[in-house]
C-alpha cells in the first residue's frame, strides 16, 4: 500500500493533505496500531539447568506491536499532574531521561495550577481559532492556559516537541494536542494549533465516526477511548513507512 491513498475515494485527509485515506482504511489502522500484536521474545537463558518449572514460558507468547496499552489506556486522573503522567511519555519513545523527568517533577506545582483555570470539559476543537496561532490570546481564557502549559514544559532545558506534547496529552487527551517533531513539521510548524483545529472542525463527521466506531472496539477488547485528537495524531504518524505494518496488524484484528 502506499503512503497515502488520494483520489475521490480519500475520506479523511490530515497533515495538510499529506495523509489520506478512506473509511475502511482510517478504521484498519486505528485497529492496528490498539490492538495489533507480534510475537514475544523470550528464552529460558536465565534459568538454572535442569529445572524445567522454572524455566516455564511465558503464560503468553504475544506482546502489543505499539504503545496503546502501555500509553493510552495508563489509569489517568483529569485533574492534577503526577509522576505516572510523566513516566507516560516513556511508552511512545519520547527519548526522556532521568535529569528531564526530575525537571518536570519540580514544576508539577505550576503544571496543576494550569489545569484548574480550565473546565475539565473543556475540548481543544472547541477553543477560538484565533487564540491557536502565534500570538497567546489575553490572559486567563482557556487557550492562554493551555499556552501556559506548553510554554512551561517546553521552557525546561533538553525538555522539548515531543516530551512536553506527550506528557500534557497523556494528562486530557481531548485538550492538549500531541505532535512529534516530524508531526508537527507536517502540520506546518508554528501554524500547527490551527492546522489542527481546521482539520478537526471541517472533518467532524468523519472524527465523529472513527471515534465511535473505536469506543465499541475499545470496549469490545478491554481498551479505552480515544479522542479526536489522538486519532488524529495516529493516522498521521501511521501515514508514513509503517503504515503497511498498521494496516496488516489491522486486518488481522479486523478480519
Request: glycine share 10%.
Amino acid at each position: 500500500m502506499s503512503a497515502a491513498s488520494t483520489g475521490p475515494a480519500s475520506w479523511l485527509a490530515i497533515g495538510q493533505g499529506v495523509a489520506r485515506y478512506t473509511q475502511a482504511e482510517a478504521e484498519t489502522v486505528l485497529a492496528g496500531f490498539a490492538f495489533g500484536v507480534t510475537q514475544l521474545r523470550w528464552s529460558s537463558k536465565a534459568a538454572p539447568s535442569g529445572d524445567q518449572l522454572l524455566a516455564a514460558q511465558p503464560r503468553t507468547a504475544a506482546r502489543s506491536m505499539w504503545a496503546y496499552r502501555t500509553y493510552d489506556c495508563l489509569p489517568n486522573s483529569p485533574y492534577a499532574f503526577g509522576m505516572t503522567d510523566l513516566l507516560a511519555v516513556a511508552a511512545l519513545d519520547a527519548r526522556a531521561d532521568g535529569v528531564d523527568y526530575l525537571a518536570m517533577e519540580a514544576i508539577l506545582p505550576d503544571l496543576n495550577e494550569a489545569l484548574t483555570h480550565v473546565d475539565v470539559t473543556q475540548t481543544f476543537w472547541a477553543l477560538p481559532r484565533e487564540h491557536l496561532g502565534t500570538t497567546p490570546p489575553l490572559e486567563g481564557t482557556p487557550s492562554w492556559w493551555l499556552w501556559r502549559a506548553w510554554v512551561l514544559l517546553m521552557g525546561l532545558h533538553d525538555v522539548g516537541v515531543a516530551i512536553t506534547y506527550k506528557t500534557l496529552h497523556h494528562k486530557r487527551p481531548w485538550f492538549f494536542p500531541i505532535f512529534d517533531n516530524e508531526t508537527v513539521a507536517k502540520m506546518g510548524g508554528n501554524s500547527a494549533w490551527q492546522v489542527l483545529h481546521d482539520e478537526l472542525t471541517s472533518q467532524a463527521t468523519q472524527f465523529t465516526h472513527l471515534e465511535q466506531w473505536f469506543a465499541g472496539e475499545a470496549t469490545k477488547r478491554g481498551g479505552v477511548h480515544l479522542t479526536w485528537l489522538r486519532i488524529h495524531d495516529i493516522l498521521l504518524w501511521g501515514s508514513g513507512a509503517q503504515r503497511g505494518a498498521l494496516t496488516r496488524a489491522g486486518q488481522g484484528v479486523l478480519g
